[in-house]
């Protein structure tokens, strides 16, 4: 075996490497299904917005089952197992996902601003097609990248530790096109989707605060729901970024140092690190997916009391698989007072709220 693939911790820091490997997968693999499956058995198509949601579920699943298990598999090895062909198929998985997983984030940094009005209800309303697109393109984007190092430009190889592989980060002075592999890659596929993140939910931020300075009555209970998604959507892409800081971090290290220079254990800490986000993701979202899917069913009921009482009197009358009853809108009404402060619907029957997204 080559002395590049043997790791280059002591067995007992392998060890437990690859059990904490194997908590984060069992914990993404269950966490992302358990979204997929949600998704799947909702009554309803998925809003646009959501299906970022579902795409970055996908990614972080994909992540779990098509990395990990070679990764804990060589931990508990000692080396790395498979040589070449496993550590380029290791490597292509890792730059498709987190490729995928970082520009799908900035992605719902931007639809979230989109559709996030002044004040709330006047936002953009993106259709499916267009989202499904977009995902389309983002998937594109992100095989295309991981291709450039087999057609010639930029390489692979194993991580300074001996139990990973991605991009050849070591190898930034060696050739001019290596360094520029990597120099455009940190640019487009990390900095910059950072910065369309950090921007994106500035903007949201600055845009929120001006609504609600002139925001109406009915609007209120809207706005809040907004904000919450808005909430989730800004930790997701918060969590992600904290988690692969250090490891990005590492990598510009290693860019300018020889690798005798990078301890293996500074090296491998941060990539366990990063491997954590495809559980922050599921986490985040089910604690958020409860409360505001909560707020939106009752805001949804109390709209069907409101077309209820506008119709001609229907006992049981159905709209969109809920049932809305007379004796329900009493009950309906003043737990949406004490959720809002007071706040009923506008005058002549208007919705507090309209159904938004998640994502």
Not at 207 to 218: D, E, F, N, P
Not at 315 to 336: I, Q, Y
Request: aromatic letters at 12%.
């Amino acid at each position: 075996m080559e002395d590049k693939y043997v790791s280059k911790l002591s067995p007992a820091v392998d060890f437990w490497a690859g059990t904490y490997l194997i908590i984060i997968a069992v914990l993404s693999i269950f966490g992302n299904t358990a979204i997929l499956v949600s998704a799947a058995r909702r009554s309803g198509p998925l809003k646009a917005p959501e299906l970022l949601t579902v795409n970055l579920a996908v990614t972080d699943l994909g992540m779990a089952l098509s990395m990990y298990p070679l990764s804990i598999a060589s931990a508990f090895n000692h080396a790395w197992i498979g040589g070449d062909a496993s550590c380029l198929y290791y490597s292509l998985m890792g730059m498709i996902f987190s490729i995928t997983s970082i520009v799908t984030l900035a992605v719902m940094g931007m639809v979230r601003y989109l559709v996030t009005g002044n004040p709330p209800r006047r936002g953009l309303r993106l259709q499916r097609k267009t989202v499904s697109m977009v995902i389309g393109a983002v998937w594109l984007y992100s095989g295309l990248w991981a291709l450039f190092p087999l057609l010639g430009w930029g390489s692979y190889g194993p991580e300074p530790f001996g139990l990973a592989c991605s991009i050849d980060w070591s190898s930034y002075g060696e050739s001019l096109n290596r360094s520029t592999f990597i120099m455009t890659l940190s640019v487009l596929c990390t900095f910059l989707p950072c910065l369309v993140i950090f921007f994106t939910y500035f903007g949201i931020a600055w845009k929120l605060r001006r609504a609600y300075q002139s925001i109406r009555s009915s609007d209120f209970q809207h706005g809040k729901v907004e904000q919450k998604i808005t909430l989730m959507a800004a930790m997701i892409s918060s969590g992600f970024l904290f988690s692969w800081t250090p490891y990005v971090a590492v990598s510009l290290w290693s860019m300018f140092r020889s690798r005798e220079h990078i301890p293996p254990l500074v090296a491998l800490l941060p990539c366990l690190f990063a491997k954590s986000s495809t559980v922050y993701n599921p986490f985040i979202y089910f604690i958020f997916q409860r409360s505001s899917w909560r707020e939106l069913l009752r805001l949804h009921r109390h709209l069907l009391c409101c077309w209820h009482r506008a119709s001609p009197p229907a006992e049981g009358r159905r709209l969109r698989g809920e049932v809305a009853k007379a004796s329900d809108c009493t009950v309906l009404e003043s737990g949406a007072d004490g959720a809002s402060g007071g706040q009923r619907a506008a005058p002549g029957g208007e919705p507090v709220s309209q159904m938004m997204p998640l994502g």
